[in-house]
């Protein structure tokens, strides 16, 4: 149906033209020679049944065409459809795992407790510690990949959240003999997910901890200007090279360095950092030199649609 009107599209006004020749030859002309006419118009005919038939094929192919790729174009969805699904089992498997094995992870730490020589039960609960932090990790990642990723903006304290961040971390600051400087006003809010935020600190308090100097110092330090709150978590560290600066923030980068192979990293903690503050409104950026400090900074912006 479709190429039969396309045809009529085509080559109706041909017809129409050929009628209204024959029909000036027939009646408004002196002299007729209607054998001179009939050869016109057999003429017309076949180069007009030629092409029409030419054309009809094409649009033939055309449709089938069309219906071949339209095929294709569901059985692409059908695929992606099934593997968005086997994704999201996958994701769900994952986040019951993490569940599953805090509880195991949670009587390993008391039982660490019950050992007698202190450097055996130092070393275990630092193992114990990373393993909560890895799951903690893996957990709140199914979460942000997940179709189903949700905020809660709402106004919250930011001293709040980085007294949280420093009690999760709190192991690790006092094993490592970490000098905390804490300058956050109590009247500070801001407008984020607070348990979002949190994973933030924890990410950028974290790798501070890691990689402090000699004699560890770690200074956290929030203030207002205008509209925009900043926080910054500054360390006393090895620091990061010039040239692997402007990729911090990238999928499983590591740096060139690899921190002199102290600890492993698997370049995915700034890489959910800056994803999640993106997706909250945050500016999270990363200034350094090399073998003086690094500085990661937080920016609140007061965004309208967030007040209540």
């Known amino acids: 149906m479709n190429v039969l009107k396309k045809l009529l599209h085509t080559y109706l006004p041909a017809l129409f033209v050929a009628v209204c020749f ?20 057999i003429l017309l005919g076949i180069a ?9 094929l094409k649009c033939r192919r055309q449709e089938l065409g069309k219906k071949e790729r339209l095929a294709e174009e569901e059985g692409v969805k059908e695929a992606l459809r099934a593997r968005f699904e086997e994704n999201c089992d996958l994701q769900d498997y994952v986040a019951k795992w993490c569940h599953e094995m805090k509880l195991p992870l949670s009587a390993g730490l008391l039982l660490t407790e019950q050992i007698r020589d202190v450097p055996l039960r130092g070393q275990m609960r630092e193992q114990f510690e990373r393993m909560k932090q890895q799951i903690n990790g893996m957990l709140l990642g199914c979460k942000l990949q997940s179709a189903l990723f949700d905020l809660q903006i709402q106004p919250a304290s930011l001293s709040a959240c980085v007294r949280t961040s420093v009690r999760n971390n709190q192991f690790f600051l006092i094993r490592k003999k970490t000098m905390l400087d ?7 809010t801001v407008y984020t997910d607070p348990s979002w935020l949190v994973y933030i600190l924890d990410q950028l308090l974290s790798n501070a901890v890691k990689y402090t100097g000699e004699a560890p110092v770690i200074r956290i330090a929030a203030g207002r200007e ?15 090279l010039p040239e692997d600066l402007r990729r911090v923030f990238e999928k499983g980068f590591t740096g060139s360095n690899h921190h002199n192979g102290k600890y492993r990293s698997t370049g995915m903690g700034l890489y959910m950092a800056k994803k999640i503050a993106d997706r909250m409104g945050h500016e999270l950026s990363v200034e350094s030199e090399y073998g003086a400090y690094t500085r990661c900074c937080l920016r609140f912006h007061e965004h309208d649609y967030f007040r209540f």
């Open 182 to 188: 804490v300058s956050v006003p109590e009247e500070l």
């Open 22 to 41: 024959n029909l000036y030859f027939i009646f408004l002309m002196r002299e007729q020679n209607t054998a001179y006419l009939l050869y016109l118009d």
């Open 48 to 56: 007009l049944s030629l092409a029409a038939v030419a054309d009809g």
């Open 226 to 240: 205008g509209e925009i709150v900043s926080l910054s978590v500054e360390d006393n560290g090895t620091g990061i």
